[in-house]
């Protein structure tokens, strides 16, 4: 038995982030505090980059980099994948009381993420000039693409493993581990990113560098805590061996929340292609800081999940159906309330939070204000919709999962974001994301009324 640090003190005084008990809400929110805060502060690469540039840089560089953004979270995506389907297969295992199996699942999952990242990160660099020019960049943002994108890639294997270790943490039991590590290289990027950017004037090279240093901190770190067993885990990594049966399982059940991040991003290039369109280089720009204002309320959701998923499918592994029920209620409902909080927010601030990206340019400045007001109506129904897809992910059918992330995503959104503007104008184009998650939440509840009877979860 291994000796607590003062750090597991620590921790366990905090949060009791066991899967094992009932489930009450103070008990789910608490367990899901330290992963949500954990997700906002992962949402600094997204923002802090942009941040920076835009009042540091030219339009035309921080719509570069807004445009070349979407095929680096693509990528990054497949980490996710293998995070949030491993975890569902590594929890369900620790359930069944595998404690071996789940270990040497989660080693190889981890190598082959790392393995297929690197294969990734070459091919990327050498397609960046064809890839920045598919996603619609002009003459003017090609090099500033071609350089942010290029410069990234050298950290992009190390970010897939980031969003891995981000879901296997809470199923580890050890939430506060991933916030430190999170929190430290969140922290890094704003000071690097101040001391290159503002500091020695690098510009967009001096973001992609600070982004790349705080990266590696953030994928490094975790590899050192799960190989140090004098750490208090519920999973460790032990000596290899060849389970390609996890990777398959891994990849089928987080097949969802890939096609689910992926479509963001896709949805995020058509969006900006519809902009150009109808609008120009303004509802780039603009689009760009409503992403950078989604990604902090989105990851909140995100980050709820990572929390509960792992109960979720810990509880079907050991086939506790009832608590299974009291899961499915008691976190729909946190769901529900999490949507109208944040769409409270959104129209708050939206405001403050465009005049943070443009201050010296009133229409613009005018024009962002408007679309992050359409937009908060995007998270009445975002909230439910991804808890849905990562419900059926945790119960391990990620044919369910993914069917529904793609009529979701691919179908229905993509749909909207082409056909509303025929009618309402460039203003189509932002309402086309909260009548898209209104639209999902009809299907979503076919879903879980047809599969209903399979895994009585109610």
Known sequence: MHKKSKFD????????????????????????????????????????????????????????INLIWPAIMILASVGFMFGTGGCALVGKLLGEKKQEEADRSFTFIVLFLFAIGVLINVIFAICMEPIS?????????????????????????????????QNFFSLAERP??????????????????????????????????????????????????FMNKNFTSRIHFVKPTLEFKAIGQSAYNGLSEFISQVSINIVSICVNSQAMKYIGQDGVFAYGVVLYVSAIFVLVF???????????????????????QNLFKKCSIITAILGLTMCVFSLALAYPMSFCFVRDNQ?????TFKVN??????????????????????????????LFAIIRSLIITIALIFI??????????????????????????FFLYKYRKRYEYF
């Open 9 to 64: 003190i620590i921790e366990k005084v905090l949060m009791e982030a066991k899967l094992d008990g009932h489930f009450t809400y103070k008990r789910l929110i608490r367990n899901s505090i330290f992963p949500i805060i954990m997700m906002i502060v992962t949402s600094i690469y997204t923002i802090v980059d942009g941040l920076f540039i835009s009042n540091n840089g030219t339009e035309a560089e921080f719509a570069a």
């Open 133 to 165: 020019k598919l996603f619609g960049a002009t003459q003017e943002m090609l090099p500033t693409c071609v350089t942010y994108g290029r410069m990234l890639s050298i950290s992009l294997t190390l970010f897939m493993l980031q969003n891995l270790f």
């Open 176 to 225: 506060l581990t991933g916030l430190v590590i999170n929190s430290l290289s969140g922290v890094l990027n704003i000071l690097l990113d101040a001391t290159f950017v503002v500091g020695c004037k690098m510009g967009v090279m001096g973001a992609a560098l600070g982004t790349i240093i705080a990266q590696s901190v953030g994928g490094i770190l975790p590899f050192l805590f």
């Open 302 to 324: 995100i980050g709820f999940n990572i929390a509960v998923a792992p109960i979720i499918s810990y509880k079907y592994g050991e086939q506790d159906k009832l608590e299974l």
């Open 363 to 367: 229409r613009l400045l005018d024009l």
């Open 373 to 402: 007001l359409i937009f908060s109506i995007y998270y009445l129904f975002v909230g439910i919709n991804m808890f849905g897809s990562s419900f059926f992910t945790a119960l391990n059918n990620g044919f369910v999962s993914g």
């Open 420 to 445: 509303l503007p025929l009618f309402m104008g460039g203003d189509g184009i932002w309402w086309s994301g909260g009548i898209a998650e209104f639209l999902s939440t009809g299907v979503l509840i």
